[in-house]
């Protein structure tokens, strides 16, 4: 029988990777943020960020996409980006420094636990972060509680792991060779919330009205299979983390196994590996 899941122990192991893993991240920020431009564009439409708004970024990571709001706001308006990583949040203090954007503001919190006025913010945004909540519906029930009435949340997540297999392939093949079980139903995960009617019940549940859900199919472009493979070890640092109970020369052919399966993505041009998000917006009632 396998060990119960501990969340807490979970969000510990959330904290590790992105302590470790934000420089990788933010060096890969040029591909990242090309790849995510058009669900972060929707996002920000969905909850109708511009000048003067004030917006709450949840599990904002390096900040992408909080920069990319904070273009928007003008002097009236504001962004806070939180994350459970400090060290996350050195960088979107330091790009958001160098782009002179000086309406972001950074703070370290438990997106389960948000100590944000209550009723302050226009909008909240959260891009790939809302899925590694073990508990979602307090991360939920802490924006609503954030938002003004009649302000709006937008969130970005994986779809199915069928439609990322860039990403999913990976996990697979070392999920096959450490003889790890599929992660039990409800349990936190990057593909957790990739069928849109979870996301939507999800909102339901927390008390979100007009409710929008968007597709948007969004190829990660790098110039080889090997270089995907290069940025899966260096960012997702999850993935490392699952193989360490092997020694360095194994761990070398299960990266050659992944990179053998991913060169399938390869054309032309270079790697266009197929990856597929979704976009969920809801309001809370006035």
């Avoid at 096959?176 to 936190?188: C, D, F, I, N, V």
């Avoid at 940025?231 to 020694?247: H, K």
């Amino acid at each position: 029988m396998p060990d119960a899941f501990d969340p807490e122990a979970y969000k510990r192991t959330i904290f590790e990777q992105w302590e470790t893993g934000a420089s990788a991240w933010h060096k890969w920020r040029p591909t990242i943020e090309n790849w995510l431009a058009e669900a972060t564009e929707i996002m920000l439409d969905l909850v109708h960020v511009s000048a003067g708004s004030h917006v709450l970024d949840v599990a904002a990571g390096t900040g992408g996409q909080t920069l990319a709001a904070a273009r928007r706001l003008g002097p009236t308006g504001s962004v806070l980006a939180t994350d459970i990583s400090p060290r996350s949040l050195l960088f979107t203090a330091a790009e958001a420094e160098h782009a002179e954007l000086w309406n972001v503001a950074t703070r370290t919190m438990d997106g389960e636990r948000l100590d944000v006025e209550a009723g302050a913010y226009d909008a909240v945004i959260s891009r790939i972060g809302l899925t590694y909540f073990p508990d979602e519906q307090a991360a939920l029930s802490g924006i609503m509680r954030a938002l003004k009435p009649g302000g709006r949340l937008a969130a970005v997540v994986y779809s199915t792991a069928e439609r990322n297999p860039c990403f999913a392939t990976p996990i697979s093949i070392i999920r096959r060779r450490m003889k790890l079980p599929p992660p039990a139903p409800g349990q936190p995960g990057p593909f957790s919330l990739g069928r849109p009617e979870l996301l939507e019940h999800a909102y339901v549940c927390s008390g979100f009205g007009e409710i929008t859900v968007m597709v948007v199919n969004a190829t990660l472009h790098m110039s080889s299979a090997a270089e995907c493979v290069r940025f899966e070890r260096e960012a997702l640092i999850g993935l490392t983390q699952m193989m360490a109970g092997l020694d360095d020369q194994e761990q070398e052919k299960v990266w050659g196994e992944i990179r053998h399966a991913l060169v399938a993505f390869e054309d032309g041009d270079g790697f266009a590996g197929p990856s597929q998000l979704l976009v969920a917006a809801g309001t809370k009632p006035s």
